[in-house]
């Protein structure tokens, strides 16, 4: 039997958020080294990074694309990838970080942030408790690696 669009409608609509964000979040500060960014991307192997001030709320969201842009890698003689931190330390990640970024709470459902990100293009949304605090991330690949899940 065919599964109805309303069926996959209501099943989003009923999912929450925190069944589905990636947690805990990886984040940086914004007071940190702009050479941090690169080396949690490459460690964690994400492509979006909150930043939180000193008080733990999210400020801002730096992507491994807005990496790219500002500052390109050069590739070494055996084939890798390499970053000049010194370089990168020259940008302050309060200027090229997105500020005050689109979020949701854990407790919204997957089909408001699947509606935002399809509607506004983002890549990610980070998920904030009642204080702005980041508890989680939602990107296409942790909907994905959910909607393909053998667990029931």
């Known amino acids: ?5 309303s069926d996959i409608k209501q099943f989003f609509l009923e999912t929450r958020i925190a069944d589905v964000m990636a947690s805990p979040v ?18 964690y192997d994400i492509r979006h990074l909150p930043v939180v001030n000193d008080a733990g ?5 730096i992507s491994q694309r ?3 842009q500002i500052h390109s890698p050069r590739r070494l003689d055996d084939g890798t990838w390499y970053y000049d931190k010194e370089a990168l330390n020259q940008f302050l990640l309060t200027k090229v970080m997105v500020k005050n970024p689109f979020t949701l709470k854990s407790d919204d459902t997957l089909y ?3 509606d935002a990100m399809a509607r506004f293009k ?3 949304i980070p998920i904030v408790d009642d204080y702005r605090k980041p508890c989680g991330i939602l990107t296409r690949d942790t909907i994905l690696k959910f909607c393909i899940s053998k667990e029931a």
Request: hydrophobic letters at 50%; a negative charge; proline letters at 3%.
């Open 112 to 114: 408001s942030a699947m």
């Open 26 to 43: 990886i984040t940086v500060k914004e007071t940190d080294d702009f050479a941090l960014v690169q080396e949690k991307i490459a460690l």
């Open 1 to 5: 039997m065919p599964v109805k669009k």
């Open 57 to 61: 709320t999210l400020a801002g969201l």
């Open 66 to 68: 807005d990496l790219y």
């Open 122 to 124: 983002f890549g990610c």
